[in-house]
């Protein structure tokens, strides 16, 4: 008799269904795994055999053969241990046929005092087997708060190895940890910074605003000290709550990365992750051995943040190109190839020269027009076509610092409120699309959604032939003027909103 028991295995964000056979036969003792296992599934034999015995159930002296099927699909992780051991305990007769054996899902990785340890990608594998039709999925009680978030299939949370035994087997109930309440977790999240701290910069904000309404990328440019990466920081402050669906596909990401943990089990927050300029192009789109998610996936459906962005190797800047157009980037493997999404919005700050000081009214600029050329060229011309705003941010006077600090600036709360109305209108507008934001629209949608009266096309018009500005910036432009008409409530894209659409575009050489 061959035993099988059922248990997932990850690719990507993809759950694949692995049916674990087990046989156990006369001969001499021998531990086998087959299947396309790679060497943390063939090291499982060890830590199942010291589990089992110090739990009080040792393997018997006999051959023993696992089957990881499909044999096509490669086999990684120590997920494992608990569905093999599962398997082998139901041979040996100490676990007897019952319905959960049929109809669950089990993951988890042994100790070798038979307790389970907590693993990664558990969200995406309880989706997986949810959207299998499975009614049970038994998991370790670590992993329990992340996967409560799923609802339609029963969670069992597992300590250890001997409690799920005695569970199985009818002799013990077992613990139902409480749910994790998003709500609460929501009502507990502070931010520090506000954009009423800020004294001036209304430009600055205001194309932070229309950024954050309609998810388009954006640079800020201006000298060290005017407050730009202080802006950046705030920008998370007007940024709309995330929707359930949302929280779940983010956090899919973050517990494939391992980044999730009992003390934050689901990420709640918009993501705003900032790169340093050091890093690495596998870091930013993701791979290494284990083809990890990389900072593009990780800022999925939030911010992706690059401090000094002229200070990055132009090769670096170039692998984001793709991903700005797709929202997806694909992180292949000899064997496989894994598809993550990365839909964020781009927040660059960068020094207009080398020095820094081109546009500083106090400090004299040191650097000669080719060094400045040869600078803002590490910025390449379909790099700066897939930005949508590109606003200058001028250094704060210590006079106006003066004329400021009894006025009242626009509280992040005001702007947040609009920023929500926006996004609504759009929301409503593509329902029936697979898209969410303007920024996401296609040619054919700008054309549908987009269009303008006699007066604004002519203007347009002339401006692109004036700025010589490509196909994409003028999409890019209608894009950006839908967004302002929206923050507006306005049904027609009017000659202003694309006048200040034109007023964030960089002229094209």
Known sequence: M???????????????????????????????????????????KERIRSALKSSYMPLP??????????ADIKKSGPSYDLPISIGILN?????????????SIFLGELSLDGSLRGINSILPSVIGAKEMGFENIFIPYDNYFEASIIEGINIFAIKNIKQLVGFLAGDRTLEIPEKID???????????????????????????????????????????????????KTFSTILPEMTLDEIIEV????????????????????????????????????????AKPGEISLAHKGVLFLDEVLEFPKTVLEVLRQPLEDGTISVNRVNSSYNYPAKFILLGAMNPCPCGYATDPDKECVCSLDQIKKYASKLSGPMVDRIDIMIEVPKV????????????????????????????IQLKRFEKLKITNNSQMSSNQVKEFCKLDKESENMLNSAVKTMNLSARSYYKILKLSRTIADLEQSEDIKINHIAESLSYRKQDD
């Open 2 to 44: 061959i035993s099988k028991i059922y248990s997932i295995g990850v690719n990507g964000l993809e759950s694949d269904l692995i049916e674990i056979e087990v046989d156990i036969n006369n001969g001499l003792p021998n531990f086998t795994i087959v299947g396309l296992p790679d060497v943390s599934v063939q090291e499982s």
């Open 61 to 70: 002296p006999s051959k023993i053969t696992i089957n990881l099927a499909p």
């Open 91 to 103: 041979h040996m007769g100490i676990i007897e046929e019952n319905k959960y054996l049929k109809n």
């Open 182 to 232: 998003v709500n609460s977790i929501e009502k507990n999240l502070e931010n520090k910074y506000d954009f009423s701290h800020i004294i001036g910069q209304t430009q600055a904000k205001r194309a932070l605003e229309i950024s954050a309404a309609g998810m388009h990328n954006i640079i800020l440019s201006g000298p060290p000290g005017s407050g730009k990466t202080l802006l950046a």
């Open 251 to 290: 956090s899919k990401i973050y517990s494939i990365s391992g980044l999730l943990s009992k003390e934050n089990p689901i990420i709640i927050k918009r993501p705003f992750r900032t790169i340093h300029h050091t890093a690495s192009s596998i870091s930013i789109i993701g791979g290494g051995r284990n």
């Open 397 to 424: 006077k210590v006079e106006d610092f003066a004329q400021n600090k009894n006025l009242k600036s626009e509280k992040s709360f005001d702007i947040l409120k609009r920023v929500k109305i926006a996004r609504d």
